[in-house]
Every structure is written in C-alpha cells, then in structure tokens.
C-alpha cells in the first residue's frame, strides 16, 4: 500500500476549490503543477480577472484569487477594490511576485494578504498552503467546538505537573529579587512595557499569552517583514518560506536586551505560565501563531501532542547555531512528543545550564 506525502495531505479535497488566477508570465507553471488539484479559471490581466468577478454571483464567486504581482503594482490598487465590495470579504488572497523587492512584500502585508510567494519556490507548498487556507477559513469558526472533541488529547502526568508547580513556585520566591531588577532597568533603559505578551501556540494547538522580558524595540513585531531575508531558517532552506523565525545579530534587539537574551533572563516571566498550567518546565517550545500555523500537515503536527515547554531538546542540542536546519528541529520537536518521560525531563534539565549562555546571538 501507498501512502501519500505529507505535503499531500488534503489534496483530494483542492479539487473542488475554484481559483481566479491573473497573470501571463507563471500562468504555465501553474497550469501544469495546480491544474490537477483545483478548478483555475485564467485570466491574462487585472482587467479581465476584475471583469470576471464583477460577472459572478454570490453561488459562483471562487475561494482563491491568486495574483501575480505586476510591475506597476496595480494588483495592490485591485486587492483594495476587492475588500471595499462585501461580496469579496471572504475570498482568500494569495500574491505570487518574480521581484524580490521588499517594498511590495511590505504592501502585501499592509494589505492583509493571506500569504506572498517570491518566485522560484516550492510549488508543493504553494499547493499545501491554498489547501490549508481553504479549510481553516470553513473551520474557524467552529474552532472552540471542535478543540472540545479533539481526537487526542494530551495529558499532563500528576507527577511532571507536581514537580512544575514546586520548582517554579521556589524559583519566582528565590528570584524575585533579581526580576524586580530586571524590570527596574528595562524602564529604566528604553520606553515600552515590562513584559512582552503574545499569543502563542501549545499543547494540542492551545493558544494562550506567553510572557516574556521585553528585550526588543516596542515596533519589533512590525520590523519582522522587513528582516524575513535574514531569517536563519529560510536561508538554510535555500530562501524558500520557513516555519520557524531567528535572526542572527538581531538589529530590533535592545542593549539590555542582548544581556537578558544570552543570558536567558528574559524567561524568566514564563516561570509564571508554568504555575499557571500553560506549559511545562520541559517540553517543546510554545509558537507564534504564524509559525504555527505552518505546521499542521501530518508529518509535524505530532510536536503538540506532547507538552509546551520552558526548554526542551532543540535548546539542549543546537540552539545558537548556524547549521540547526529547520528540519532537525522539527525531528527533534516529535521525538519529544513522543518519549518524554521523567528520566529524560532531568537528563535535559540538567544540561539546559550549560545551554543558556550561548555564544550565537540569535
């Protein structure tokens, strides 16, 4: 028996998706590579896709427009016309662009597209991504229903949950001292807030805010588009779309902000996430939304199956350095998921120390 890629993963279901595509210059590539998976209606300019949608009713009007980005930018000018029209609220915006001009990724975002490809790249992931934006936009709205019957659900054992609340508790009691220091010298050196929150991804796709020492600019999530060219693992993947974001000599770090990093100090915040349940001493590193969101095929969902965690394998091993491939992190990822036990916690506990100063800034 055969089985199927994992890059395959929803396919049979792309073939009833009906795409609007515009453009002269990819359209053979991806009359070859997409045609089979989903229904393309073509359109050799702006004009004619805009006439074509104009032509369609509520019933006919397709999931996917997927654009190439012309010189002019004149596709920006049509994005904007399509979100003013109610019709078009829900269609799901995908730009494909030869240049590799920042600026116009910069206006892609600005614009609330769904994703921006620069040629060449993958057209596997290309046709994975449409995959998975059309079914996550059928159900996202019944998100919070279906967490509720999740096939597998993980569960924290008394034991591993018993030895998170009395370290972290011991450790916030012991350490306060020093945090109050912290958050003294961040207000101290720059403007902003104390503590940096976002919204991160945990066990079984759990969401919830993680906390952190601001050690950025108050702009860095902002900055994060501009500096995508630098980001370690798309380089290591040949400069093709990365789930994971690290930036060697990050320039949105802070002075202090290079301390607390190289010395982990900006953790320590997440020792009160630990308390309250969101993760665990040890286990695999919590996501951003965005990274995580990447990866939902087959082959990587099994890293949150297992518990989120203030560090883990990948911290252990490579963390800091240049040839951590994107692809060994996520293998170490689901090995943890997979063989966690309490012997292996305090083997990685015990040589998490070590790992802290770290000689990479990244």
């Known amino acids: 028996m055969t089985h199927p890629l994992a890059s395959e993963w929803n396919e049979n279901a792309g073939s009833h998706t009906r795409i609007a595509y515009a453009g002269l210059e990819l359209k053979e590539l991806v009359a070859t590579e997409l045609n089979p998976y989903f229904r393309i209606i073509f359109n050799d300019s702006l004009n004619k ?78 046709r994975e991504r449409l995959n998975f934006l059309v079914k996550f936009k059928l159900i996202k709205p019944k998100l919070v229903e279906i967490s509720k019957v999740v096939d597998i659900e993980y569960s924290m054992p008394p034991g591993k949950r018993f030895m998170d609340v009395f370290i972290s508790g011991t450790m916030i009691l012991v350490l306060s ?67 994971f974001v690290k930036i060697k000599d990050d320039p949105r770090v802070t002075k202090l902000g290079n301390f ?50 203030l560090t883990g394998l990948w911290q252990i091993t490579k963390r800091g350095k240049l040839d951590m491939s994107e692809r060994e992190r996520k293998k170490l990822d689901n090995f943890y998921a997979q063989n966690y036990s309490f012997w292996l916690d305090l083997k990685i506990l015990m040589k998490t120390v070590p790992a802290l100063f770290q000689k990479e800034k990244v």
């Open 177 to 243: 001292p020093a945090m109050l220091a912290i958050v003294i010298a961040i207000k101290l050196g720059s403007r902003g807030p104390v503590i940096y929150k976002s919204r991160r991804v945990g066990t079984g796709y759990q969401v919830f805010d993680f906390y952190k020492f601001r050690s950025m600019r108050v702009d860095a999530d902002k900055m994060l588009v501009e500096l995508s060219t630098l980001n370690q693992y798309a380089n290591a993947n040949g400069g093709t779309k990365a789930a």
């Open 49 to 126: 896709i805009e006439e074509y949608l104009g032509n369609q009713s509520i019933l006919s009007i397709p999931e996917i427009i997927l654009l190439e980005v012309d010189e002019d930018g004149e596709c920006f000018g049509l994005i904007e016309r399509l979100k003013k029209n109610f019709m078009f609220n829900g269609l799901i915006i995908v730009l494909i662009s030869l240049s590799n001009d920042k600026e116009l990724k910069l206006t892609a975002m600005r614009l609330k597209v769904h994703d921006f490809y620069i040629y060449p790249f993958s057209m596997s992931d290309l």
């Open 260 to 309: 607390l990093r190289n010395s982990s100090l900006d953790e320590l915040p997440q020792l009160f996430n630990i308390l309250f349940g969101n993760m665990s001493l040890v286990g695999n590193r919590p996501l951003p939304v965005y990274e995580a969101e990447m990866l939902t095929s087959n082959e990587w969902s099994m890293r949150f199956l297992g518990p989120a965690g």
